[in-house]
């Protein structure tokens, strides 16, 4: 199985912030990183598809970049409702494994 | 606008059954694999089952080999997940996915449906 190591767990950070957020793959995956934004409560929503390419109606601010085995989700300027918790998943193959998340909380 | 909804959640004791649903709506359910993401209170994502577009093709986590069985219904756009088995770690908010055809994310999400174990 792939195992994808998410840093940092957790995350303290103000409004106007730049964050970046990084995953490695225990293997070799290509580009077949996705991330998601998990509020509380609610389901998780597709951000960045394929490390790079931004979901439909998902801010700019949002980016991802990497490959093979190391990856980073950044949001340039941190937005009151950007605080969530942010989890990477590779679509490589079976199983598809998550990251452990990343909690992104106000400073 | 493509929605999921699930159901069938509830409490249920050790070594009990269930089934789940999600009713799709907004997109050609047969042209897109499905699956079941699930969460453990206060947990991760965890990946648990995926069916292909046409039914014929089934992957599932090696957690639930065997208890669990997806399924789908193209005529209803309805997928499943039979649970038997089950056990006090399958506590969790099960969620329906759709999963996109170019890079296997999960595009969509439903809302969940929570499963309890529990004597």
């Known amino acids: 199985d792939i195992q994808m190591t998410q840093s940092p767990s957790s995350l303290s950070a103000s409004v106007g912030d730049r964050v970046t957020i990084t995953c490695r793959a225990s293997?070799?995956?290509?580009?077949?990183v996705n991330w998601y934004q998990q509020k509380p409560g609610k389901a998780p929503k597709l951000l960045i598809y394929?490390?790079?390419s931004l979901q439909t109606g998902v801010p700019a601010r949002f980016s991802g970049s990497g490959s093979r085995t190391d990856f980073t989700l950044t949001i340039s300027s941190l937005q009151p409702e950007d605080f969530a918790t942010y989890y990477c998943?590779?679509?490589?193959?079976?199983?598809?494994?998550f990251g452990q998340g990343t909690k992104l909380e106000i400073k | 606008e493509v929605q999921l909804l699930e159901s069938g959640g509830g409490l249920v004791q050790p070594g009990g059954s269930l089934r789940l649903s999600c009713a799709a709506s907004?997109?050609?359910?047969?042209?897109?694999?499905m699956s079941w993401v699930r969460q453990a209170p206060g947990k991760g994502l965890e990946w648990v089952s995926t069916?292909?577009?046409?039914?014929?093709?089934?992957y599932d986590a090696d957690s639930v080999k065997g208890r669990f069985t997806i399924s789908r219904d193209n005529a209803k756009k309805t997928l499943s997940l039979q649970v038997n088995s089950l056990r006090a770690d399958d506590t969790a908010v099960y969620y329906c996915?759709?999963?996109?055809?170019?890079?296997?994310?999960?595009?969509?999400w439903g809302q969940g449906t929570l499963v309890t174990v529990s004597s």
């Open positions: 996915a759709r999963r996109g055809n170019s890079w296997y994310s999960f595009d969509y």
């Open positions: 907004g997109f050609t359910f047969s042209s897109y694999a």
């Open positions: 069916i292909s577009g046409g039914g014929g093709d089934t």
């Open positions: 293997q070799t995956i290509s580009t077949y």
């Open positions: 394929a490390t790079s």
């Open positions: 998943q590779q679509s490589s193959s079976t199983p598809y494994t």
